[in-house]
């Protein structure tokens, strides 16, 4: 019963989700659809000025029948303009560009064909009812009032049709540019913003390196383990204060992997090898690139919030990666009581740099209960 209910509220969420993200869209190409419908009334009208309804007192669905097609043409345009055509014109495939407009064309001039077929032959039997007492020859009145008048009408649909597609696509080419524009002019400020961000609080890595070099240099003789904290340290710093990225601001998955594996390593240190970590890599796709420190961040959350001592519930750490997408699980478990007070910056910021930098082609979730704590992150590569 539950489920019978909770199945409708998923839909109506989800439509309504969609019609918040699509609804202008849909609209604009309504309106210029319903806009065209209407001049075409209003010039049908001024040539034939007839009543809506015939001698037989029955409706002519003038009025539904554009209604049907106005919804009809905004949902077909849409998916004809947002799945079809500026996509591939994105890809210039301009093979596949024609060959999908000329298909989903066909199929839905097939079916106005059916529908509005029956439409004019209402008129043609509304016609002979009036002319019946006059000895006119019907079949030759057939012939020009049904097959020459949808001869007619098949070329002015294919031609206005065409038009208004052809409007509706400019419309929204010239929305999804703007759009972008716009989208770009943030995402600059945006680092415009972080570099000024970074400025603020960096920390000279010269003066940084040569002081941890000066400690290595003096601990070497006095503790092995010490020395290599330091080296670890190091190495861990100059990779998060280095410029590894390149001009896409990604990085190679081995270096991110490997600085991964030095945090590890220098927090077993830390608890004398105590921690509870189950680390797993399947790496199928050599040089791979990936946004830095998108991994790590999970990890050191993982590191703060969770209980790494308890060793029948490790902290899993799991990476996948094939010519087709990379998936990055870890799974850590809570810790009791006093938990440390946490801002949520750092998720946050993972958010908002995977929706930056992969829109669509990723997936990002969180799950939790009283005892475990789930984060799983899957990004899709390009073809």
Known sequence: MLNLIHY???????????????????????IITFLYYLFVILTALRFNPAPITGPDGRIIPVVLNSLRGVIESTITFYLLIYAVMI?????????????????????????????????????????????????????????????????????SYILSYILTLLICFIVSVAIEWNNRVKKQKELEQQKLDAELSAIKYQINPHFLFNSLNFIYSKTVPLSDEV????????????????????????????????HLKNVIEINQMRFNNRLSILYEENIDRPHTKIMPLILITLVENAFKHGDLLDQENPLTIKINVDYQHLHFYICNKKKAGTKELSTGIGLQNVKKRLQLMYE?????????????????????FKP
């Open 227 to 258: 020395s290599q904290a330091v080296l670890l340290l190091s190495d861990i710093m100059r990779y998060a204060l280095g410029k590894e990225e390149d001009e896409q601001g990604l990085v190679d998955l081995e270096k991110e992997l490997e």
């Open 360 to 380: 669509k082609s990723h997936e990002f979730h969180v799950k939790e209960d009283d005892t475990f704590y789930i984060t799983e992150l899957t990004i899709r």
């Open 8 to 30: 409708p509220l998923e839909m109506l969420a989800k439509i309504k989700e969609f019609l918040r993200r699509e609804g202008k869209k849909l609209l604009i190409i309504f």
């Open 87 to 155: 996509p591939l014109l994105q890809k210039k495939n301009w093979l596949h560009f024609f060959l999908w407009i000329t298909g989903i064309f066909l199929v839905k001039f097939a079916l106005s064909y059916l529908f509005d077929y029956e439409r004019v032959s209402y008129s043609y039997n509304v016609t002979v009812l009036n002319t019946r007492s006059s000895g006119q020859d019907h079949s030759l009145m057939k012939k020009l009032l049904v097959d020459h008048q949808f001869l007619f009408y098949t070329i």
